[in-house]
């Protein structure tokens, strides 16, 4: 069993940045796309990043020109550069891999809480 571990999350002004990061407990073989969501109070689950094995990525409409997702295949870490975080980027955020024919783990999830 496949156990995701993120890092980076807390508490920022409106305006400032967080790096989150994420990392699997072990290696993962034919990853086929890494990625964040975020769940706010009261709110669905919903997608901010993803990026393929190609180095595709997909945003959000709401964050696309600020945030950014990354990946180290060697560490096979997936990363999110989150810039000019504003108060409705507010929420938990989960990583997520997906491998194989059905492979699938999520993180356990960070809070990020935008507020001045």
């Known amino acids: 069993q496949v156990q995701l571990v993120e890092s980076g999350g807390g508490l920022v002004q409106p305006g400032g940045s967080l790096r989150l990061s994420c990392a699997p407990s072990?290696?993962?073989?034919?990853?086929?796309?890494m990625g964040w969501y975020r769940q706010a109070p009261g709110k669905e689950r919903e997608l901010v990043a993803t990026?393929?094995?190609?180095?595709?990525?997909n945003y959000a409409d709401s964050v696309k020109g600020r945030f950014t997702v990354s990946r180290d295949n060697a560490k096979t870490t997936v990363n999110l550069q989150m810039n000019s975080l504003q108060p409705e980027d507010t929420a938990v955020y989960y990583c997520?891999?997906?491998?194989?024919?059905?492979?699938?783990?999520w993180g356990q999830g960070t809070q990020v809480t935008v507020s001045s």
């Open positions: 997520n891999i997906r491998w194989g024919a059905s492979g699938v783990a």
């Open positions: 072990r290696r993962i073989f034919s990853i086929n796309v």
């Open positions: 990026i393929t094995n190609t180095l595709t990525t």
